[in-house]
C-alpha cells in the first residue's frame, strides 16, 4: 500500500511540472506573438514615414498594398517574405508586363514564382538591383542586400 502512495505522489508532482511548463510556454508564445506583431506595425510605420531604407521588402509591400488584389505574383511575393535565417530566403523574378523585377522571398514563394505564369498586370516600377545582389533575412523579412 506504502508503495501506491508514492507512486501517486511521484505522478501528481510529474503532472504539476507538467503542467507549469506548459504554462510558460503558452505564456512564451504570446509574448513572441506580440513582440513580431509590434515588430510589424513599426516596420509599416517606417515604411509609412519613408525614412526606412530603401529596400526591395518594402517596395514590394508598398506596391502590393495596392495592386496585390489584381496580381497573382505579388500576393504570392508578399505572402513569402518570412523567414528565420539567411538560408532560407532565395533572390526571385518576378515577370511583370511592363518589367520584370527581382525581389526576395522564402524558399516556398520562390518555387511557387516559378510555377507562376507572367503577371497580367503593369508594375510601373521596381527597384534596380545589379547581379551581385543576394536574399537575406532581416528582422524575420527576406531582403535584397548587395553582397561583396
Known sequence: ????????????????????????????????????????????????????????????VEV???????????????????????EQCRVAEVDFIDLTCKVAVNVIGASQLKKANRDKTAIGHCDHHNDSTKAVCVDNFCTLATSN
Open 1 to 60: 500500500m506504502k508503495w501506491l502512495y508514492i507512486s501517486l505522489l511521484v505522478l501528481s508532482v510529474f503532472f504539476m511540472i507538467l503542467l507549469g511548463f506548459g504554462v510558460l510556454l503558452h505564456n512564451n508564445e504570446k509574448q513572441h506573438e506580440a513582440y513580431n506583431r509590434q515588430l510589424e506595425e513599426k516596420k509599416l510605420q517606417q515604411a509609412n514615414q519613408k525614412d526606412y531604407p530603401s529596400t526591395s521588402e518594402i517596395s514590394v
Open 64 to 86: 502590393a498594398a495596392d495592386k496585390a488584389k489584381k496580381s497573382i505574383n505579388l500576393a504570392i511575393v508578399a505572402q513569402n517574405l518570412t523567414c528565420v535565417s539567411n
